[in-house]
């Protein structure tokens, strides 16, 4: 199963940028969607989740009122819209998902995209 993230790139601390997670072999509906993030010399973070009927969706304290997560089920497509970033933000960003609940521990997913990087610097 492929999940192909796209959005990331280099922009100014208060800035904003919207990453991308397509799969085209996947009926979304029926999987919580994630997205984590790996900085250099950090582990892995669980950022946000979607539930599979959207009824519920996790974030982080650092990214609360900040990022959104949000899914379009017909275009198999989920979004994290990431607003006024600072530079703590700077990492690797992954969308996973999984046929079930979201992972409490921010990282049990069946299926992980390659991520995309973003760096949050002047």
């Known amino acids: 199963v492929q999940l192909v993230e796209s959005g990331g790139g280099l922009v100014q601390p208060g800035g904003s940028l919207r990453l991308s997670c397509v799969t085209s072999?996947?009926?979304?509906?029926?999987?919580?969607i994630g997205w984590s993030r790996q900085a250099p010399g950090k582990e892995r973070e669980g950022v946000a989740c979607?539930?599979?009927?959207?009824?519920?969706?996790d974030y982080i304290d650092s990214v609360k009122g900040r990022f959104t997560l949000s899914r379009d089920n017909d275009k198999a497509t989920a979004y994290l819209q990431m607003n006024s970033l600072e530079p703590e933000d700077t990492a690797t960003y992954f969308c996973?998902?999984?046929?079930?609940?979201?992972?409490?521990?921010?990282?049990?997913?069946?299926?992980w995209g390659q991520g995309t990087q973003v760096i949050v610097s002047s």
């Open positions: 996973a998902v999984i046929n079930d609940y979201c992972p409490k521990d921010g990282a049990t997913y069946d299926f």
């Open positions: 072999e996947l009926n979304l509906r029926y999987y919580a």
């Open positions: 979607i539930s599979d009927r959207d009824v519920r969706t």
